[in-house]
């Protein structure tokens, strides 16, 4: 149990366009994801919090209008990088936390296998 | 701020070896750590979650224990294979669920 799926795996796109990238608990439900970034060699940064039906909650420095975050159902969150430029280029990886019973693993985070995008 | 240093950034072993990799945290006040691996070009595979009310986690040849005092944690790695070959990260909560990762230990594991 308590799988979460990120779509798509990888992508590769033109600098100026924009690239969504969706986060999918697939048997559990997640009223809390977290996008994290991870640049080569480097560890997982948190961008943002997202909350299922409320707006998310952006780190530090992250800018908002940049990385759009929607998290329309309990079990799926989307990160949109709005006019990609090289520099956007990095491994994005979602997580979401599993609110099962203390006995089925409550407070774990779950992550997705990440999506590397590449912005020509 | 929190911030998650792990000891030694790089490890390379032979084929065998009892492993000990360092997690700490500037602020002590851990609720939640999580030890997992990454592979290249891989996402997380979490190893040992250590929960508020645990010191000390095992699975199979792992083991991971939390000094909260200190804000320490320490992943035991025991007879070490080369598929152990991976990085590994300590990440920690301090009751949000908002996770601080470490910086990670390259480990690598010669046949």
């Known amino acids: 149990g308590a799988v979460v799926s990120q779509h798509p795996s990888w992508v590769i796109c033109k600098s100026g366009t924009s690239v969504k990238i969706e986060c999918r608990s697939l048997?559990?439900?997640?009223?809390?994801m977290f996008w994290y970034r991870q640049f080569p060699k480097q560890s997982l940064m948190l961008m943002a919090t997202s909350n299922e039906g409320s707006k998310a909650t952006y780190e530090q420095g992250v800018e908002k209008d940049k990385f759009l975050i929607n998290h329309a159902s309990l079990t799926l969150s989307t990160l949109t990088v709005t006019s990609a430029h090289p520099e956007d280029s990095s491994f994005y990886i979602c997580?979401?936390?599993?609110?099962?019973?203390?006995?089925?693993?409550?407070?774990?985070?779950?992550f997705g296998a990440g999506s590397r995008l590449t912005v020509l | 701020k929190q911030e998650v240093t792990q000891i030694p950034a790089a490890l390379s072993v032979p084929e065998g070896e009892n492993l000990v990799l360092n997690c700490s945290f500037t602020d002590s006040a851990i609720y939640n750590l999580q030890w997992f691996r990454q592979d290249p070009g891989k996402g997380l595979t979490s190893l040992l979650l250590i929960q508020s009310s645990q010191r000390e986690q095992t699975s199979g040849r792992l083991n991971a224990s939390l000094d909260k005092s200190s804000g320490r944690s320490t992943l035991y790695i025991a007879a070490s294979q080369p598929g152990d070959s991976a990085t590994y990260l300590c990440?920690?909560?301090?009751?949000?669920?908002?996770?601080?990762f470490g910086t990670g230990t390259r480990l690598k594991v010669l046949a």
């Open positions: 997580s979401a936390r599993w609110t099962g019973g203390a006995s089925s693993g409550a407070n774990v985070l779950t």
């Open positions: 048997d559990f439900q997640a009223t809390t």
């Open positions: 990440a920690g909560t301090s009751g949000t669920y908002k996770y601080i």
